[in-house]
Each structure stands twice: as structure tokens, then as C-alpha cells.
């Protein structure tokens, strides 16, 4: 059984700083990409930060100079660093991942989510 356990959302004033982690367990191969998504209420889920196993990144251009993902792969985690928050933050962040099980079976997974509100 695969699984993705997030942590370090919360509450925080505009302007300040959270640092999300997503470390996924289990029966894996490989890790192709993880990424964390964001869903306020009444919007669509959408990709906020993504890395690949080799590295290479993508932002939303929303959150373009102020967040910043990396990635452990020994730990197969990933972490979104958030800096200078805004309230349109907001929302249900979940971390997703793209990789293989032991059984070379390719899977996407998804975290529970992660609370953030950031306040004005």
C-alpha cells in the first residue's frame, strides 16, 4: 500500500511563511513526479508546484518568486517552501505523485490535504 502523509499546513498572517512536506510510503519503484495542488472552495483543483525525479520544476504563475518546491528522493518527499503568502492562498493543499509500485504497476496518488489559510 502506497501512501502520501502531508504535513505543515495551518494558519498564518499575510505575508509570513509555511513550509509544506509530503513523504509518500510504501511498496515503491520509482518516483516519476510529485507536486502539490490547491483547491479553494468553489474552484477548481489546480497545480501549484510540481518536480519531476530529474528535478525540473513547474509553477503556477501565481505563485511564480514565492514558492518553491524541492524534493528529498531518498526520503521520497516532497516540500513546498511558501513565502510571502497571500489570502488568495488560501485552500486545501494536496500533494500528488506519479510513480511505480514494487510490481512496476504505474499509480497516481493522492495526499488527504493539508489546511492553509492565510489571514489578512
Known amino acids: 500500500q502506497v501512501r502520501l502523509v502531508e504535513s505543515g499546513g495551518g494558519l498564518v498572517q499575510a505575508g509570513g511563511s509555511l513550509r509544506l512536506s509530503c513523504a509518500a510510503y510504501?511498496?515503491?519503484?520509482?518516483?516519476?513526479?510529485m507536486g502539490w495542488y490547491r483547491q479553494a472552495p468553489g474552484k477548481q483543483r489546480e497545480l501549484v508546484a510540481q518536480?519531476?525525479?530529474?528535478?525540473?520544476?513547474n509553477y503556477a504563475d501565481s505563485v511564480k518568486g514565492r514558492f518553491t518546491i524541492s524534493r528529498d528522493n531518498a526520503k521520497n518527499t516532497v516540500y513546498l517552501q511558501m513565502n510571502s503568502l497571500k489570502p488568495g492562498d488560501t485552500g486545501v493543499y494536496y500533494c500528488?505523485?506519479?510513480?511505480?509500485?514494487?510490481?512496476?504497476?504505474?499509480?497516481?496518488?493522492w495526499g488527504q490535504g493539508t489546511q492553509v489559510t492565510v489571514s489578512s
Open positions: 510504501g511498496s515503491i519503484f520509482s518516483i516519476n513526479a
Open positions: 518536480i519531476t525525479s530529474g528535478g525540473s520544476t
Open positions: 500528488n505523485t506519479d510513480l511505480r509500485t514494487a510490481q512496476l504497476t504505474r499509480r497516481n496518488y
